[in-house]
């Protein structure tokens, strides 16, 4: 669900950005641009909508007790969240997408600037659920449920501006790379207008922003971190033994039988910075979470797994600049071997979504809101044969959405936007 929401997400802003350029000059160019990227838009949320039904349903069937016990706080957020949804979207969505040659270009910029606000909102709601679970507080726990105390507190939560933050830019960067992978495909079967060329230019400029933000947000993360959840950072770190001067491991074989990490290689007693501290300022080691220690291989990997996509991503956007500022933004002019790189890493935002969020999630564990409520407590008792079942149910159920995506989006970058005759008043 939450690829195609990052997809839908950037694209509206971008789809946005567009339309609001068409309304200078040359609008024909970023027309053009807009009418090919608003039909990969109409995919995503569609599909982002369709995997949205199974995690509801997960919600009622594998963790029945965790809205009995966060009801106060998730109920509003899911209902606020939903609601945003239906209105903006259902509201506006069918005005931007088949309505653009009845509206005025400034009332259709209107209706894409609403749309995009509907993704957000609704965004936002989710983001708001899932940091409060991390950083559990503007709440009380009276008698196992969880009573809102101050809402203002729930809502700006501390982990929430920096959730937000690496979701949207993760968002921009996917959609960022995307366009330049699908700029840099076409590029190899034919020659590219100047609509690509900006579509190209756009793209290369988002994620040159949004790696410089991302740097800052993972660092505001790795701070609240350290504060709020210290075995995902410890865990992060590979931080065994609390009060040692921790080595900042970059690389590593994490064993949790004998408490160590083997082959590691960084760089040493540099790590303090993003650990966990208790009461008397000491470190905190695994050693202090005996028995409630998240899977530390997963999230050791997860974490270095995004890092490692990051900075594929920095060389990939650095050589860009440098290539593509020297000859006016024209793909076509570029090797093959780099056009192929630029094609290969279209996907790579959802690659640091995925693993960015196996961290989040894999790290809080065995927490299902941290510090009070764990997963034991909120899971259904089921069969192994019925959670298999259900299990393989979800993954052929989103095997066909990715399937269906990539051969829609296939279609979409090898015959780009048919024009049509318009007879009668009518395309």
Same mark, same amino acid.
């Given at each position: 669900?939450?690829?195609?929401?990052?997809?839908?997400?950037?694209?509206?802003?971008?789809?946005?950005?567009?339309?609001?350029?068409?309304?200078?000059?040359?609008?024909?160019?970023w027309t053009a641009a807009y009418r090919f990227?608003?039909?990969?838009?109409?995919?995503?949320?569609?599909?982002?909508?369709?995997?949205?039904?199974?995690?509801?349903?997960?919600?009622?069937?594998?963790?029945?007790?965790?809205?009995?016990?966060?009801?106060?706080?998730?109920?509003?957020?899911?209902?606020?969240?939903?609601?945003?949804?239906?209105?903006?979207?259902?509201?506006?969505?069918?005005?931007?997408?088949?309505?653009?040659?009845?509206?005025?270009?400034?009332?259709?910029?209107?209706?894409?600037?609403?749309?995009?606000?509907?993704?957000?909102?609704?965004?936002?709601?989710?983001?708001?659920?899932?940091?409060?679970?991390?950083?559990?507080?503007?709440?009380?726990?009276?008698?196992?449920?969880?009573?809102?105390?101050?809402?203002?507190?729930?809502?700006?939560?501390?982990?929430?501006?920096?959730?937000?933050?690496?979701?949207?830019?993760?968002?921009?960067?996917?959609?960022?790379?995307?366009?330049?992978?699908?700029?840099?495909?076409?590029?190899?079967?034919?020659?590219?207008?100047?609509?690509?060329?900006?579509?190209?230019?756009?793209?290369?400029?988002?994620?040159?922003?949004?790696?410089?933000?991302?740097?800052?947000?993972?660092?505001?993360?790795?701070?609240?971190?350290?504060?709020?959840?210290?075995?995902?950072?410890?865990?992060?770190?590979?931080?065994?033994?609390?009060?040692?001067?921790?080595?900042?491991?970059?690389?590593?074989?994490?064993?949790?039988?004998?408490?160590?990490?083997?082959?590691?290689?960084?760089?040493?007693?540099?790590?303090?910075?993003?650990?966990?501290?208790?009461?008397?300022?000491?470190?905190? =080691? %695994?050693?202090?979470?005996?028995?409630?220690?998240? @899977?530390? $291989?997963? #999230?050791?990997?997860?974490?270095?797994?995004? !890092? *490692?996509?990051?900075?594929?991503?920095?060389?990939?956007?650095?050589?860009?600049?440098?290539?593509?500022?020297?000859?006016?933004?024209?793909?076509?002019?570029?090797?093959?071997?780099f056009q192929r790189l630029l094609g290969w890493?279209?996907?790579?935002?959802?690659?640091?979504?995925?693993? =960015? %969020?196996?961290?989040?999630?894999?790290?809080?564990? @065995?927490? $299902?809101? #941290?510090?009070?409520?764990?997963?034991?407590? !909120? *899971?259904?008792?089921?069969?192994?044969?019925?959670?298999?079942?259900?299990?393989?149910?979800?993954?052929?159920?989103?095997?066909?959405?990715?399937?269906?995506?990539?051969?829609?989006?296939?279609?979409?970058?090898?015959?780009?936007?048919?024009?049509?005759?318009?007879?009668?008043?009518?395309?």
């Amino acid at each position: 669900m939450l690829l195609f929401l990052a997809l839908e997400l950037g694209l509206a802003w971008v789809l946005l950005y567009f339309k609001l350029r068409a309304l200078g000059r040359n609008p024909g160019v970023w027309t053009a641009a807009y009418r090919f990227w608003v039909r990969v838009f109409a995919l995503a949320f569609v599909l982002s909508f369709a995997a949205s039904l199974p995690v509801l349903i997960q919600l009622g069937s594998l963790w029945p007790g965790l809205i009995s016990k966060i009801g106060d706080i998730a109920g509003p957020l899911l209902v606020w969240a939903m609601l945003s949804a239906f209105v903006f979207k259902s509201c506006f969505l069918g005005a931007m997408l088949f309505g653009q040659r009845r509206l005025s270009p400034t009332a259709h910029t209107v209706v894409v600037a609403l749309v995009a606000l509907g993704v957000a909102f609704s965004t936002f709601f989710l983001l708001i659920l899932l940091s409060w679970m991390h950083t559990p507080v503007g709440a009380n726990l009276v008698n196992s449920q969880y009573v809102i105390s101050d809402g203002w507190q729930v809502v700006f939560n501390p982990a929430l501006p920096w959730y937000a933050a690496l979701f949207v830019l993760v968002s921009f960067l996917s959609v960022g790379f995307l366009m330049m992978g699908v700029v840099a495909v076409q590029a190899q079967r034919h020659p590219v207008d100047i609509s690509d060329r900006l579509v190209l230019k756009t793209g290369l400029y988002l994620v040159a922003v949004a790696l410089v933000l991302q740097v800052v947000a993972v660092i505001g993360t790795g701070h609240v971190t350290a504060e709020h959840l210290p075995a995902r950072a410890a865990a992060t770190a590979m931080y065994w033994d609390s009060g040692s001067v921790p080595d900042l491991i970059l690389l590593g074989l994490p064993d949790a039988e004998q408490e160590l990490t083997r082959m590691a290689w960084g760089w040493p007693n540099a790590g303090s910075v993003w650990l966990g501290q208790d009461d008397q300022g000491q470190l905190r =080691g %695994l050693d202090q979470f005996a028995g409630m220690l998240p @899977p530390v $291989a997963l #999230t050791f990997w997860s974490f270095r797994i995004a !890092v *490692l996509t990051g900075i594929a991503m920095i060389l990939t956007t650095l050589l860009g600049l440098w290539k593509l500022r020297r000859v006016d933004y024209d793909p076509g002019v570029l090797t093959t071997s780099f056009q192929r790189l630029l094609g290969w890493m279209s996907f790579s935002g959802g690659l640091m979504l995925l693993s =960015g %969020l196996a961290w989040l999630l894999f790290g809080a564990l @065995p927490y $299902a809101v #941290t510090g009070t409520i764990t997963l034991s407590e !909120v *899971l259904v008792d089921s069969s192994f044969e019925a959670l298999l079942t259900t299990y393989l149910g979800y993954l052929a159920v989103y095997g066909v959405l990715m399937l269906g995506f990539f051969q829609l989006l296939g279609h979409i970058v090898r015959y780009g936007v048919v024009p049509i005759a318009r007879r009668r008043g009518r395309a």
